[in-house]
């Protein structure tokens, strides 16, 4: 019996495993919190570091789509904008 080595995730697959904007934000804010007590060794500091700047990055990315679909739905001259507001209501 050969032992197979684990699939690769696909790009899909670890976008769905990412933390959405709220539990992202939630993380990195008790992470800023056991950081800024000291309390942690510098080996950890620098793994929580790391971690909160993926989570930064998390979050930006998701408010630079938010902000990218505002515009395009409060872009008076796009009429589908228009649309699609109107259809909300």
């Known amino acids: 019996m050969t032992d197979k080595p684990p699939a690769k995730e696909s790009a899909s697959d670890q976008d769905a495993k990412k933390p959405d904007f709220e539990h992202a934000l939630t993380e990195l804010e008790s992470l800023v919190t056991r ?4 309390e942690l ?16 990055r998390r979050c ?3 408010l ?13 001259e ?3 904008s228009a649309e699609t507001l109107e259809q909300r209501d």
Request: glycine share 6%; charged share 35%; hydrophobic share 30%.
């Open 64 to 76: 630079d789509q938010a902000q990218q679909v505002v515009e395009k739905l409060s872009n008076p």
């Open 78 to 80: 796009d009429e589908s």
């Open 35 to 38: 950081l800024e007590t000291g």
């Open 41 to 56: 060794t510098l080996d950890e500091s620098l793994k929580q570091f790391k971690r909160g700047v993926e989570l930064t």
């Open 60 to 62: 930006q990315k998701i």
